[in-house]
């Protein structure tokens, strides 16, 4: 099952949007962690 589906698996969740490398990365990476540990349910892994 994809992450994704299973964040969807009570039929809704909460998701942040966050614009990334605004300001810089670290604090793109202290606001996606920030978001999870207070409740986001989906955090993706960016590529690179």
């Known amino acids: 099952m994809s ?6 698996e009570n ?8 614009t990334c490398g605004d300001p810089d990365t ?4 202290a606001a ?3 978001a999870v540990e207070n409740g986001a349910d989906l955090k993706i892994k960016a590529m690179r």
């Open 32 to 34: 996606v962690s920030a």
């Open 3 to 8: 992450n994704i589906r299973k964040a969807f």
């Open 26 to 29: 670290e604090t793109t990476a």
């Open 11 to 18: 039929g809704k969740a909460l998701l942040a949007f966050i």
